[in-house]
């Protein structure tokens, strides 16, 4: 099946600081998703993203499905960003893969 | 957001009893999902569903069923829980096959 690696595993910000994720996949995909599990552990859809670019407020994401990679870019990070950040991708089946996540922590 | 509903939310039960969690929508969305996430695993889908009474088998799909008799509910149960499923279990849904799926908010079950 489908592979994906999520990098850094964790990362640890000072508020207002920038970052980036990468997520990195095996083979071409259908979908790809970022999360956001809180701390309360609820998954809160960033970007739905098989390819291109999205920005949301202070965050945006780029897949470039050729080179089977996507970014997450999280601008003047807070403290409620912290959390785990996941990728997930489809290929060819039904079910969501998803990468064993970042562990952000943004400090006050 | 969209509506998803889970119960229950935390559940204690012990070994060799049977469980039903459901999952409930009110987005009229075909296709419905449950994943179990495990820490090391992330998140693993165990079965899913394209539309009343199709069903078909996940990731880590052993000791689990499954059932779909209305679009708005999907039930998943373990039969006879075992240690090893004690988990926290996600249902998802989505419009389509490869369309943007959708969380619910978990229910954490502990098999004692």
């Known amino acids: 099946g489908i592979q994906v690696e999520q990098s850094p595993p964790d990362l640890i910000l000072q508020e207002g600081a920038n970052s980036t994720l990468r997520c990195n996949f095996s083979d071409s995909v259908n979908n790809l998703q970022w999360f956001h599990q809180n701390p309360w552990g609820q998954l809160i859809n960033l970007f739905y993203i098989p390819s291109g670019t999205k920005q949301n407020g202070r965050l945006s994401a780029t897949t470039v499905a050729t080179e089977r990679y996507s970014l997450l870019y999280i601008s003047s990070s807070q403290t409620t960003d912290s959390g785990v950040y996941f990728c997930?991708?489809?290929?060819?089946?039904?079910?969501?893969?998803f990468g064993e996540g970042t562990q952000l922590t943004v400090n006050p | 957001d969209a509506g998803i509903t889970q119960s229950p939310r935390h559940k204690v039960t012990e070994t060799g009893t049977p469980v039903t969690l459901r999952c409930h929508q009110t987005?009229?969305?075909?296709?419905m999902y449950w994943y179990r996430q495990d820490p090391g695993h992330g998140l693993r889908l165990i079965h899913y569903?394209?539309?009343?009474?199709?069903?078909d088998k996940g990731e880590v799909s052993d000791g689990y069923s499954v059932s779909r008799s209305k679009t708005e509910d999907f039930l998943l149960t373990l039969e006879s829980a075992t240690s090893s499923q004690t988990s926290v279990y996600f249902c998802?849904?989505?419009?389509?096959?490869?369309?943007?799926?959708?969380f619910g908010p978990g229910t954490r079950l502990t098999v004692t």
């Open positions: 987005e009229n969305h075909r296709y």
């Open positions: 569903s394209y539309g009343v009474k199709d069903t």
């Open positions: 998802a849904i989505s419009e389509g096959r490869f369309y943007e799926q959708y």
């Open positions: 997930a991708v489809t290929d060819s089946g039904s079910r969501l893969t």
